[in-house]
Structures are given as structure tokens and as C-alpha cells.
């Protein structure tokens, strides 16, 4: 699952350490294949875990703006950094993480990719639902985020940090052995609005209960 990535005014509302092994584990739903479901009550706002992307990719007009590796703007009058191929990197690190994939990507035709994401700009704001946040600044690829089935009325949501990576956190509380779902769409609209978005952006009818109540 590809996740718009968008930087966070509020960083600091992610913070919050985690104690032992995550409470979830990926099981098979009822309806919807697999699932993340938890493994004991989750008080609302517990942080749940943390993900960091497997791949990264900067919308292409940011490319000296946006660390190439994590996402991470680039501060006003920063110095530190480092150009590699036409991008910035934001420390050795990232620049050394890149190596794989740097040259591959640089030789793709991300039009069409990029195309499809801006035309869904909307329903690719799945986690800045409760907070606010700047401009998109490319996209990334998570694993246990990507197990997450949808709900328009979600119990648990992404909160961004200050680059790709992200933590997930509970919106109330959840009983052990509940399913924990995230919102991938604006849940403000209408259930015929947000049925078409999910069909066509996302490619299923979605059966939560708000859908299925008709609210
Ligand atoms: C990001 S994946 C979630 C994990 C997925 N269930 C799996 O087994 O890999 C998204 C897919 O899960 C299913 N899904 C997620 N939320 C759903 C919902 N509310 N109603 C029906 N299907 C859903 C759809 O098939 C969708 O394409």
C-alpha cells in the first residue's frame, strides 16, 4: 500500500514510548482477508508501534528539498546534506540506505505514477484526517502499516513524524481481539462519496458498519 506522505505541523503529538513486544497481531478477518487485530485492551491514545518505509520516493519537483532516503523537508537555511544525482539527502546515512534503489529510481518514469497520486490528492490524505499538515512530499511503501483494513469510522490512525516514518496510535478504547482499522480517506463525506472513492482509487466496495448503516 502506497501512503501519501505528509509532513506534520505537530511532530510532538507523536510522542509516547512503547513498553514490550506491540499489542496486534495480523490475523484473517471476517470479510476483508487479513487484518491487524489486538492482542489486549488498548487505552485510547496508547501508542501502538512504529513503522519505517521499505521505499521511499519524493514527488519529483522536490528532489533538492526532500531527503531522496526518508522524506525529510529540508530546513530553512540548512546546511547540512548532500547532493547526490540531482537529490538531497539528509545525512550520510540516508544517502548510504539509497544506494539500492537510488539509480533505479532516477532511471523510471515516475509521470504516470505521479499523475495517478495527484489525482487522487484527496483520498491519498488517508492519516492527515485530525491533523494538520503541509503539502505532500512524495510517497512510500510500509509492511505491517499495509495490513490495516479501512473503516469510516477507524479506531486507530497514523500519526507522521518528522520524516517517512510513522507511528500508530489508538482513537479510543479497543478490546483485545478487536480489529484495529485506519481511515484512508476524508471520513467527512457522504457514504455515496467516500463508496466511489474507495471503488475506484482503492478497488473494493467497502462493508464497514457506517458504510453498511448507510451513514
Ligand atoms: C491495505 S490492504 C489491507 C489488508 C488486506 N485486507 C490484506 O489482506 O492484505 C487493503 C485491502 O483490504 C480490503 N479492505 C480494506 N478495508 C476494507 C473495507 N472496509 N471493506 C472491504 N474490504 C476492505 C480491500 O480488499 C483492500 O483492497
Not at 513503522?51 to 519537483?61: D, G, K, Q, R, Y
Not at 509521470?111 to 488517508?126: G, I, M, N, T, V
Not at 457522504?190 to 453498511?212: M, N, S, T, Y
Request: negative net charge; aromatic residues 8%.
Amino acid at each position: 500500500m502506497f501512503l501519501r506522505r505528509r509532513l506534520l505541523s505537530t511532530a510532538s503529538a507523536a510522542a509516547g514510548a512503547i513498553r514490550g513486544p506491540p499489542p496486534i497481531r495480523v490475523a484473517l478477518t471476517e470479510s476483508s482477508s487479513r487484518g491487524v487485530f489486538a492482542t489486549r485492551p488498548v487505552a485510547s491514545g496508547e501508542h501502538l508501534h512504529s513503522a519505517e518505509p521499505l521505499l521511499a520516493h519524493p514527488s519529483p519537483s522536490l528532489h533538492h528539498e526532500v531527503c531522496y532516503s526518508c522524506l525529510r523537508r529540508k530546513a530553512a537555511g540548512e546546511e547540512r546534506g548532500s547532493s547526490g544525482g540531482g537529490c538531497y539527502f539528509c545525512s550520510d546515512a540516508c544517502k548510504e540506505h539509497a544506494k539500492g534503489f537510488h539509480d533505479v529510481g532516477l532511471s523510471v518514469d515516475w509521470s504516470l505514477f505521479d499523475d495517478h497520486c495527484s489525482s487522487y490528492e484527496d483520498l491519498l490524505s488517508a492519516a492527515a484526517a485530525s491533523v494538520s499538515c503541509d503539502a505532500s512530499v512524495g510517497n512510500a511503501l510500509y509492511m505491517l502499516p499495509s495490513f490495516y483494513n479501512h473503516d469510516c469510522d477507524p479506531n486507530t490512525h497514523i500519526v507522521w513524524l518528522e520524516n517517512a516514518n510513522m507511528k500508530l496510535k489508538a482513537l479510543r478504547d479497543i478490546e483485545e481481539g478487536e480489529e484495529l482499522r485506519i481511515c484512508y480517506i476524508d471520513t467527512s463525506m457522504d457514504v455515496h462519496a467516500r463508496q466511489k472513492i474507495l471503488a475506484d482509487g482503492f478497488g473494493f466496495e467497502c462493508r464497514c458498519l457506517r458504510c453498511l448503516s448507510g451513514d
